[in-house]
């Protein structure tokens, strides 16, 4: 079993700044891409950033600038600091990560079960 468990989520004001933080944990033998979604009430998730095993990312258009997303290869953790947090960044944020079990595995896609960002104006 593969475990993805965020925490970092919470109430900030407009403005403000919130770290997220994921760690992968169970039978992990290699991580590829990882990944910050997020879902706001009534809209479909989107992706806000990613970042590849050799550390290049990339950023939603509307993040970019305000987010900044890493990752410890060796922890097996990615983080993504929010600075100025508008009311529209509102949202339940998802870690996602593609992950081999094994040396034989496949590539699997995992998500974590989301943390809420909320932001007051």
């Known amino acids: 079993q593969v475990q993805l468990v965020e925490s970092g989520g919470g109430l900030v004001q407009a403005g403000g700044s919130l770290r997220l933080s994921c760690a992968a944990s169970?039978?992990?033998?290699?991580?590829?891409?990882m990944a910050w979604y997020r879902q706001a009430p009534g809209r479909q998730r989107e992706l806000v950033a990613f970042?590849?095993?050799?550390?290049?990312?990339n950023y939603a258009d509307t993040m970019k600038g305000r987010f900044a997303i890493s990752r410890d290869n060796a922890k097996n953790t990615v983080d993504l600091q929010m600075n100025n947090l508008k009311a529209e960044d509102t949202a339940v944020y998802y870690c996602?990560?593609?992950?081999?079990?094994?040396?034989?595995?496949?590539?699997?896609?995992?998500w974590g079960q989301g943390t809420q960002v909320t932001v007051s104006s």
């Open positions: 996602n990560a593609q992950i081999r079990r094994t040396a034989w595995s496949n590539w699997s896609e995992h």
């Open positions: 169970g039978s992990v033998f290699s991580v590829n891409n």
């Open positions: 970042v590849t095993s050799d550390g290049h990312t």
